[in-house]
Nanobody, 121 residues
Framework: QVRVVESGGGLVQAGGSLRLSCEAS????????MDWYRQAPGKQRELVVL???????HYADSVKGRFAISRDNAKNTVYLQMNNLKPEDTAVYYC???????????????WGQGTQVTVSS
């Protein structure tokens, strides 16, 4: 089983910064991707950034130039540096890990419980 845990959320004023972390643990042969999504109250969950093991990344237009993803493969951890935060960034941020638990097996998608980010104006 693969466990995904997000951390680093909190309350910050507009213009401030936060750094989120997402760690995958458990039975993991390889990780193909680690993505961030967010869900604001009353809205659908939306993609923030995709990150693939090939190095490919894709950011939502709303966060380009403000958010940056980085990865520590040795720790199965991905970080999301969020700068110049805006009130509209307020949401629960979720990490989605695409992992292969066993050698030669399929890729599964695992979600964490989320971490709350609140940006005050």
């Amino acid at each position: 089983q693969v466990r995904v845990v997000e951390s680093g959320g909190g309350l910050v004023q507009a213009g401030g910064s936060l750094r989120l972390s997402c760690e995958a643990s458990g039975t993991i042969f390889s990780i193909n991707g680690m993505d961030w999504y967010r869900q604001a109250p009353g809205k659908q969950r939306e993609l923030v950034v995709l990150s693939r093991s090939t190095g490919t990344t894709h950011y939502a237009d709303s966060v380009k130039g403000r958010f940056a993803i980085s990865r520590d493969n040795a720790k199965n951890t991905v970080y999301l540096q969020m700068n110049n935060l805006k009130p509209e960034d307020t949401a629960v941020y979720y990490c989605n890990v695409h992992a292969v638990p066993l050698y030669g097996g399929p890729t599964y998608s695992y979600w964490g419980q989320g971490t709350q980010v609140t940006v005050s104006s």
